[in-house]
């Protein structure tokens, strides 16, 4: 089955500087070098992935991660270094980046399965099952230039699928779509990583790399920052993330009061660039009316309000819920993307919904935070400025991960793309 080893792998873009008249009065030499060495955007990277190995990827935007898929996925060359690759290779890089927006849906699927080495005649034979686990009966025969990012990703991902690759190459396109599909797309993977595939996975999801990989590769500014066991190496580039968000943080920011009337001070219980500013927080019951105290079991809804003071491109909301000492019973995060905000400026409302919180009773604090698209940063994070009471009999032991999901109430200035 697959491998991949790729070592003392270099990329550079080579840029040819402008000739002096062109320049600028006001361009300087560094501006000239710059554009005369172009721009390294990998440097020395060594690793191996190997039979039935899930290999994470991690970094903010602009570390390398998605050039160094595309490199090993045949686009392109570096400029030094080897990359072996065992196995035929499936991968899912842009999305609709290798279809042709004017065919169809079918006729996408023939051409990129004959690409990914499938006769026409396999490819044809296939097409029932490709349709099958896109769910696209509907849309197949009409061109691609009309699906949305979520049919997209139901379209590549099935044709993958159905090519039985054994080494998949998966860049950051997990977070479109809907939720069902999305858990979908895991099983397959799993069954793939089952049968022997090799796996190497780019994501923003911390938290999935630390539960899906067998090891992890930091990646900064194209360089190699830490890898091996996912837990350490997601840990280091976290307190990176905090680290950033705490240089960030401006300290003259006037207090604030939440609607309970907990100060918000600046490096004490708030974080972040405030870009995008947390205005309100709610937690709600089934009539809509606010609540710091529920029964366990309950169905909870919890209304976040934001204002960005400039247009950012999808960025992410994340809620914790932390018992008294500090560790974690539930974290949850989402890209405004998946909520159809492709760009967000002004006001707007995102929300969490519980059908039911099983949690045992007693006081816990919720943790809310809006970041940057690649997780480099907070634009606002409130630590324990938000409590919660729980009503309960008894206490039930096991795992708490309470069935939820994300949506956004329509603003006027949230604009979506």
Not at 22 to 51: E, M, Q, Y
Not at 74 to 94: F, K, N, Q
Request: aromatic share 8%; hydrophobic share 40%; net charge neutral.
């Amino acid at each position: 089955m697959g491998g991949v080893r790729v070592a003392g792998l270099s990329k550079k873009y080579a840029y040819r500087a402008p000739r002096p008249d062109a320049l600028a009065p006001n361009v300087g030499t560094d501006a000239r070098i710059a554009a005369k060495s172009g721009f390294w955007a990998l440097r020395n990277i060594d690793f191996s992935a190997g039979h039935g190995q899930m290999f994470g990827i991690i970094g903010a935007n602009g570390a390398g991660k998605s050039t160094l898929l595309r490199l090993i996925g045949g686009v392109g060359r570096p400029t030094s270094g080897s990359i072996s690759t065992v196995g035929r290779i499936g991968s899912l890089l842009e999305l609709g980046s290798d279809f042709h927006p004017e065919l169809t849906g079918r006729e996408n699927a023939i051409t990129s399965a004959v690409i990914a080495g499938l006769t026409r005649k396999q490819a044809r034979d296939r097409m029932l099952d490709i349709i099958d686990f896109s769910e696209l009966q509907d849309f197949i025969d009409r061109p691609v230039r009309t699906y949305s990012s979520g049919m997209l990703l139901r379209l590549a991902f099935a044709i993958v699928v159905n090519t039985a690759p054994e080494i998949l190459l998966i860049d950051e396109v997990l977070t479109v779509g809907d939720e069902w599909f999305r858990a979908k797309c895991m099983s397959r993977i799993e069954e793939f990583r089952r049968d022997g595939c090799t796996i190497l996975l780019v994501t923003h999801d911390t938290k999935m790399a630390a539960r899906l990989c067998d090891q992890v590769m930091w990646l900064h500014k194209g360089t190699i920052a830490e890898i091996g066991d996912p837990e350490p190496v997601v840990s280091s580039y976290l307190r990176s993330t905090d680290r950033e968000t705490r240089r960030r943080t401006p300290a003259d920011w006037t207090a604030e009061r939440t609607t309970e009337g907990v100060e918000l001070r600046m490096l004490e219980n708030r974080f972040g660039s405030m870009e995008m500013q947390i205005t309100d927080v709610r937690f709600l019951d089934t009539t809509n009316f606010r609540i710091q105290r529920i029964r366990r079991g309950e169905p909870l809804r919890i209304e976040i309000d934001y204002n960005a003071s400039q247009t950012l491109f999808a960025p992410n909301f994340g809620v914790l819920i932390r018992q008294d000492d500090g560790s974690i019973l539930f974290d949850a995060t989402v890209t405004a993307a998946s909520l159809g905000l492709h760009a967000v400026q002004g006001s707007g409302t995102v929300v969490l919904r519980f059908d039911r919180l099983d949690l045992n009773g007693g006081t816990y604090y919720v943790d809310v935070g809006a970041y940057r698209q690649d997780w480099a940063y907070a634009y606002d994070f409130h630590w324990r400025a938000y409590q919660l009471n729980i009503v309960a009999a008894n206490v039930v032991r096991g795992a708490v991960n309470p069935p939820h999901r994300w949506e956004r109430i329509e603003s006027r200035t949230a604009e979506s793309g």
